[in-house]
């Protein structure tokens, strides 16, 4: 499930849906192998590693905690390098108080209702951390796991193998999981992520990045003046709990129409009776190309003032797009600035929220003697 570097860039040139939000591709700049530094120990004083990469024009640092993206760099139309990711400063601050800052996210990203599913007639309770939800793997998720780290340097390619062995029962989910997640910068400084995972017993599994985005850069404030693309025609409606009630409704007419490109803020105080619940966009959009063989585009983000754009393209059929709604001014990122609501957006690429109870929707099973299987890859342009 590689996507072909020439695919990467022409994907990037169109854009999404035929919009004309794509970018140009950085020039080849870069490559040496990872650096590794000490960023800190945890209270039971096990290492955590700052790594720090740098391909194609583009600089990636990466935490062995939670395999979180601690700082991205990218330039903007005038060639000046900025960080567009938000984090925090010290490790101390990602334990105690971190929403997921770019955090790698499992066993199952986003929300499973009551914490609870059912599967070849055994029930299992999970980790219950969002009222009576399991949000993103529980309490003690992947994000909240050190991850063993290998560092690569493969032809014109550099980058990240993650390891983490999740155990039968860890947060209620069955089944012994072994991950690994690659990251990888190209030559033309793509960041394409490939999750691959197998399994000892039948499980669920739904692995994702939260990766909050601004690429006006971070700490400068709202991006509602964004400009997003999102190649959807349907969305999943929530209940009260933030937990999709099984419909597909239709985006056309309502706010969650991002199909030919608009500003986040222009329909963000709708009043939509889904927004009210969610405080903002918080919502699975099912992909108009379903699940797909190689990742295909799916999602275009522009920043005017800067002039920088991502295009995101997946193999995965749900994009959640979070609004950055319940940041609320009590964290100091990493340029020393306060994050208030709406200071980022999340684009996470994944099956659809509370599939396990869901039988309309993707399967999210994984088998023993199968390999769990997604890639989603990020261009960048002005």
Request: positive net charge; charged residues 20%; hydrophobic residues 35%.
């Amino acid at each position: 499930m590689e996507l072909n570097r020439r695919t990467v860039i022409a994907t990037a040139a169109a854009g999404v849906a035929a919009t004309s939000l794509g970018g140009t591709a950085h020039a080849a700049r870069g490559g040496g192998l990872p650096v590794r530094s000490l960023f800190g120990r945890l209270a039971d004083g096990t290492k955590v590693h700052l790594w720090s990469l740098e391909n194609g024009g583009t600089r990636l640092k990466v935490l062995s905690y939670g395999g979180a993206v601690h700082a991205l760099e990218i330039p903007d139309r005038r060639g000046r390098y900025g960080n567009v990711v938000l984090g925090l400063g010290s490790l101390d601050e990602y334990v105690a108080s971190s929403p997921f800052f770019g955090a790698l996210i499992g066993r199952y990203g986003n929300r499973i209702g009551k914490g609870r599913f059912t599967l070849d007639g055994t029930a299992h309770q999970l980790s219950v951390n969002d009222g009576v939800n399991t949000l993103h793997g529980g309490a003690q998720g992947f994000d909240k796991r050190v991850w063993d780290v290998e560092p690569f340097a493969e032809g014109s390619d550099v980058g990240l193998r993650l390891h983490y062995v999740s155990g039968d029962g860890e947060m209620g989910f069955p089944g012994t999981l072994r991950t690994t997640v690659t990251y990888t910068l190209t030559r033309r400084g793509a960041w394409r992520v490939d999750y691959r995972a197998t399994t000892d017993k039948a499980t669920v599994v739904n692995l994702t990045s939260h990766v909050y985005w601004n690429l006006a850069g971070e700490g400068s404030g709202s991006v509602e003046d964004h400009e997003l693309t999102i190649a959807a025609s349907r969305y999943t409606p929530t209940d009260p709990g933030l937990i999709p009630t099984g419909e597909l409704a239709k985006v056309a007419g309502t706010p969650f129409d991002f199909r030919s490109g608009k500003t986040i803020g222009r329909d963000l105080r709708a009043g939509h009776t889904q927004q009210v619940r969610a405080k903002g966009f918080d919502h699975n959009w099912v992909l108009d190309k379903g699940v797909t063989a190689r990742p295909e585009p799916v999602a275009t983000l522009r920043d005017p003032r800067s002039g920088r754009t991502l295009t995101l393209a997946t193999d995965q059929p749900g994009l959640q797009f979070y609004s950055g709604n319940f940041l609320d001014g009590t964290l100091t990122g990493t340029g020393g600035r306060t994050y208030r609501q709406g200071d980022a957006l999340c684009l996470e690429t994944q099956h659809f929220p509370d599939s396990p109870n869901q039988p309309s929707f993707p399967s999210t099973v994984l088998r023993p003697g199968r390999t769990y299987r997604t890639t989603t890859v990020h261009t960048f342009g002005v």
